[in-house]
């Protein structure tokens, strides 16, 4: 990987960043990458709040049952047993331990789903589809 493109939060393209080096920090959980664009705190600080995107013939293989956000983002979203779409998923929010799926419905209204195995029944990224489990409660029409 010679360069990434940042994306400010809203999508839109920042800028495009030429790698120097990279090294992971395993027990944080992060990578750090130094870039040639960004030498300062305040050219840092821009960065802030967008995300880096890597092509996707420059990922490495994710382990059984994880996957890209991109690759889900805008995937139809239906309950275990039905074929009937509750909605697409329209965005992944990462905090915590666990990520939650933002799944907009055909009304407009998100609908926040845990992922988590006790929810999540099944990816399939061919069919462009992820199942859910409900439980009372968790989806609000």
């Given amino acids: 990987m010679k360069s990434l493109s940042v994306f400010r ?3 839109t393209q920042q800028s ?5 080096s990279v090294r992971l920090l395993e027990n944080k959980g992060l990578i750090v990458a130094r870039v040639k664009e960004i030498s300062d705190r305040d050219s840092a600080e821009e ?3 967008g995300f880096v995107e890597i092509p996707p ?4 293989q994710l382990e059984e049952g994880a996957f890209w956000i991109d690759d889900l983002l805008g995937m139809a979203v239906l309950e275990t047993g039905s074929d009937v779409p509750l909605g697409v998923l329209a965005d ?3 905090q915590g331990e ?3 799926y933002v799944v907009k419905d055909e009304k407009g209204k998100d609908h926040y789903i845990p992922a988590v195995k006790e929810f999540i029944a099944g990816v399939d ?3 462009g589809e992820i199942r859910i489990s409900l439980i009372e409660g968790l989806w609000e029409s």
Avoid: H, M, P, Q
């Fill in 57 to 60: 013939e420059e990922r490495y």
């Fill in 92 to 94: 992944v929010i990462s």
């Fill in 9 to 11: 939060s809203d999508g």
């Fill in 47 to 49: 960065a802030v709040g």
């Fill in 125 to 127: 990224l061919d069919k």
């Fill in 98 to 100: 666990n990520d939650l």
């Fill in 16 to 20: 495009e960043l030429t790698i120097e």
